[in-house]
């Protein structure tokens, strides 16, 4: 594994936690993770249960007890770091958005294929059972044509000005703010339950200029500087309106400016014979509404979904034990791992991760050109 700060920590405990509740033909070592710095590397392999560490990437991609890179390095870095593991054939696992441009993640997407090795993107969220439920309900017509989404990625850690620039808000590192890092959920949420997206249109804001500079910026906050200041070019929030191919509507806002929203991940979604909702922060609950219920006993109906029948729940604990923010990791893991004992690249794939780019590349451009941008042309 390539980093080891916030992500590090979710992929690390669910490599270590997976084959306690899933069996699998393959079961992970945690071979070797690797950071720039010597002692944080140290202390994290420590602390994580790494067999050693590295401080050199190409030399942990060289090493040959080594099968799967596994990518939780800020965005700039997914591209290099992707096609070298690719290049020597290794499993490559990143975390999201898959790259800093579409061309780059095209590039990422060709090396892995050429050089025939399984591949996965993060995207924890669709790994909740509730959210995998969902996809149950709607392929089996439970909800009819869909008609709507409504997604909101929705934070608020960054609304004080003195807040430093970390990582997260430089865009020579991230590439953009919260379309990378929030939306990017938001729209593989609404490519899995409602399908591909046709066209888009958007708008993005910086509500904050200038922010204090800091020393380390590797983490989610940092200490910041009290007299050096640098200019922020990535978006603050970001609200689109797309229309998919089968015809639904869908309106989207990701922001890191909603005060009291601490992860506010949700979406509902409203079809001819029902609707959906889901919350990240209550995760392991679906609200469904069926338009046939008895009149009278009509509305949201609140199901909690840990049964043996929602995917994923049944490896865990008896009905109503709830899970949380990490099994989503330890679900994605597992799928994973099948996938590299199965030899298929289970979705979210880089597949997925290059067609999650060109509807972050088309918001980006129609902020400015104020038009429709239509994602089949960026794809041919
Ligand atoms: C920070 O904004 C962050 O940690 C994102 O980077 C994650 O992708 C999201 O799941 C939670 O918020």
Avoid at 37 to 50: C, P, T, Y
Avoid at 54 to 68: F, G
Avoid at 148 to 157: E, K
Avoid at 295 to 319: K, M, V
Wanted: proline share 3%.
């Amino acid at each position: 594994m390539i980093g080891y700060k916030f992500m590090g920590k979710a992929h690390s405990h669910a490599y270590r936690d997976v084959s306690f509740y899933f069996d699998s033909e393959v079961e992970p070592v945690l071979q070797a993770v690797c950071g720039r710095n010597d002692e944080g590397v140290k202390e994290a392999a420590e602390k994580m249960g790494w067999l050693s560490y590295e401080t050199d990437w190409r030399k942990l991609i060289a090493r040959d007890d080594i099968d799967l890179i596994d990518i939780v390095t800020p965005n700039n870095a997914h591209a290099e770091m992707a096609i070298a593991a690719a290049e020597a054939g290794k499993h490559v696992f990143c975390e999201k958005p898959l790259a800093m441009t579409l061309e780059q993640a095209r590039r990422i997407l060709e090396a892995v294929e050429k050089n025939g090795v399984i591949h996965m993107i993060n995207h924890n969220y669709r790994f909740s059972p509730a959210v995998q439920y969902a996809k149950k309900l709607i392929e089996t017509g439970r909800i009819g044509k869909i008609y709507h989404i409504r997604a909101s990625y929705l934070q608020d850690f960054i609304m004080d000005p003195k807040f430093p620039l970390v990582w997260r808000l430089d865009k020579e590192i991230c590439g953009s703010g919260t379309l990378g890092d929030l939306a990017a959920h938001s729209i593989d949420l609404a490519r899995f339950l409602v399908g591909e997206f046709k066209e888009v249109t958007g708008v993005l804001e910086t509500f904050i200029k200038e922010r204090p500079l800091v020393e380390d910026s590797s983490g989610l906050s940092g200490k910041a500087s009290e007299d050096m200041t640098g200019e922020v070019k990535v978006d603050d929030a970001s609200l689109f309106i797309a229309r998919f191919e089968n015809g639904a509507l869908g309106t989207f806002e990701a922001t890191r400016f909603a005060g009291g929203n601490r992860n506010g991940n949700r979406f509902e979604i409203n079809g001819e014979k029902g609707s959906i909702r889901w919350d990240a922060e209550k995760m392991n609950n679906l609200e469904v509404y069926f338009h046939d219920d008895e009149p009278g006993l009509q509305g949201f109906r609140n199901i909690t979904c840990t049964e043996d029948i929602h995917p994923f729940a049944g490896a865990y604990w008896p009905a109503g034990h709830i899970i949380g923010y990490e099994h989503t990791f330890i679900n994605l893991i597992a799928e994973l791992l099948h996938g590299i004992s199965k030899g298929i690249s289970p979705s979210p794939n880089f597949h997925d991760g290059v067609r999650n780019q060109a509807v972050l590349a088309a918001i980006e451009t129609s902020s400015t050109t104020k038009e429709w941008i239509s994602i089949s042309s960026l794809l041919e």
